[in-house]
């Protein structure tokens, strides 16, 4: 297929990084003998559509404690998947890494499962939900209870490079897709009147 200017500046003027990473990877694999591989599925099992972190959300947006939580990571999830599927994977159109016979994508790949996606890869789905979830409860929160946020979200942008489904490239677009997703819905949090952070669902128990 032809590429889209952006995707083929992509693929040229970091094909040295891009490659180095998932090289790195590639012997993370070989040392680990494959111990990582059903984490990297796990993983990719949470970001998938970001159905649980959306019901994550869902659920602490159920209390007065936690809504403002919940809200805020809602709110970026969605901004996130706007950015991510409406503006950046149309425009960029970055075919899968795996899709390059031959290339060390294309061997991780095969080594880990194979594991194929359906749309295109820039930026990373998963890591944007991912970013944007995590960063919105960790802007939201305590910081120092809350930096294993952080953490969940660099293991998912890795465990898409493992997979082979991303390239390094891909997964930086996810992190900043989500961190602008996250910053947004903190702000836009800031204008919903307190009345709605402190209302008391009637189906739920009192305390």
């Not at 591989?37 to 159905?51: S, V, Y």
């Not at 290339?103 to 790949?109: F, H, V």
């Not at 992190?175 to 669902?201: M, N």
Request: aromatic share 14%.
């Amino acid at each position: 297929m032809e590429l889209t200017a952006i995707a083929a500046w992509l693929n040229t003027s970091c094909a040295g990084l891009d490659a180095a990473v998932t090289s790195a990877v590639a012997q993370l694999y070989d040392i680990a003998g494959g111990f990582f591989t059903p984490f990297a599925h796990f993983m990719d099992l949470m970001g998938k559509g970001g159905a649980i972190l959306i019901a994550l959300s869902l659920a602490l947006m159920l209390f007065p404690r936690t809504r403002r939580v919940g809200t805020v990571m809602l709110l970026a999830l969605g901004i996130g998947a706007l950015l991510t599927n409406v503006v950046f994977k149309p425009m960029v159109y970055r075919p899968r890494p795996y899709t390059h016979e031959g290339s060390i994508y294309y061997q991780l790949w095969s080594l880990v499962g194979q594991h194929t996606e359906s749309d295109f890869s820039f930026p990373s789905g998963h890591t944007t939900a991912a970013t944007a979830a995590m960063l919105g409860l960790f802007f939201s929160t305590k910081k120092r209870k809350s930096w294993p946020a952080i953490i969940f979200a660099l293991a998912m942008g890795l465990s898409r490079i493992y997979l082979g489904v991303h390239y390094f490239t891909d997964v930086l677009g996810g992190f900043v897709a989500g961190t602008i997703g996250a910053v947004a819905a903190f702000y836009l949090a800031t204008l919903i009147p307190q009345v709605y952070y402190e209302y008391h669902w009637k189906f739920l128990p009192q305390k």
